[in-house]
């Protein structure tokens, strides 16, 4: 069982920044490959970046690539999984949901455990 916990949204002005964090509990953190995902309103949640397990490969999608990116700190008393996002725009408004899995991790079909979501809003 893993639980994750998010913090750091807010609200911010087009071009500014902020650091996505995600708390997760159990002694697998490790294990697991971490991620990213977001979901504005009317839309599908949607993947933003995953980092592997010993944090040495990271993919994003298209639209973050180059302003966003993604870390982790797997020191036990850390567990921690980390979200930059830099120039941020207004269509980075949405709800962003940490996520963990032992599998690609590409869909949301292949997370295996969600955060609670934490509220990001760009305004122009």
């Known amino acids: 069982q893993v639980q994750l916990v998010e913090s750091g949204g807010g609200l911010v002005q087009a071009g500014g920044s902020l650091r996505l964090s995600c708390a997760a509990s159990?002694?697998?953190?490790?294990?697991?490959?971490m991620g990213w995902f977001r979901q504005a309103p009317g839309k599908e949640r949607e993947f933003v970046a995953r980092?592997?397990?010993?944090?040495?490969?990271?993919?994003?999608a298209d639209s973050v690539k180059g302003r966003f990116t993604i870390s982790r700190d797997n020191d036990s008393a850390k567990n921690t999984v980390y979200l930059q996002m830099n120039s941020l725009k207004p269509e980075d408004t949405a709800v962003y949901y940490c996520?963990?899995?032992?599998?690609?991790?590409?869909?949301?079909?292949?997370?295996?455990?969600w955060g609670q979501g934490t509220q990001v809003t760009c305004s122009s």
């Open positions: 996520a963990a899995s032992r599998l690609a991790m590409i869909t949301p079909a292949q997370v295996g455990y």
């Open positions: 159990g002694r697998t953190f490790s294990g697991y490959r």
């Open positions: 980092i592997s397990t010993a944090g040495d490969i990271t993919y994003y």
